[in-house]
């Protein structure tokens, strides 16, 4: 069982800046995959980014050019530097693991082995 713990989360104003840590219990053998996810009340968990072993990232496309999703693995430790946020960012952000048998992972839920509880961002006009 791996455990997430997500945390930099908080309130600033349109235009600042979050960095948001998700720190593992376990290393990185459990986790090929490490994602950032986010979800609105009401609406279906988006994935916002995500981070192969070998360092390769994906995004969605409303983030792509504000975020950076980075890992250090010798810390256990997964990252998403958050700029120019806006308020249509605001969400709960939780950090995910997933094993991949085939070396793909998908930037959606299907298959994601390990949760976080997350951490709430809020931006303000």
């Known amino acids: 069982q791996v455990q997430l713990v997500e945390s930099g989360g908080g309130s600033v104003q349109a235009g600042g800046s979050l960095r948001l840590s998700c720190a593992a219990s376990?290393?990185?053998?459990?986790?090929?995959?490490m994602y950032w996810f986010r979800q609105v009340p009401g609406n279906e968990r988006e994935g916002v980014a995500l981070?192969?072993?070998?360092?390769?990232?994906t995004y969605v496309d409303s983030v792509k050019g504000r975020f950076t999703i980075s890992q250090d693995n010798a810390k256990n430790t997964l990252y998403l530097q958050m700029n120019s946020l806006k308020p249509e960012d605001t969400a709960m952000y939780y950090c995910?693991?997933?094993?991949?048998?085939?070396?793909?992972?998908?930037?959606?839920?299907?298959?994601?082995?390990?949760w976080g509880k997350g951490t709430l961002v809020t931006i303000s006009s």
């Open positions: 995910a693991a997933r094993r991949s048998y085939t070396g793909y992972c998908p930037l959606n839920s299907v298959g994601v082995d390990f």
């Open positions: 376990r290393d990185s053998s459990t986790r090929d995959c």
């Open positions: 981070i192969y072993s070998n360092g390769r990232t």
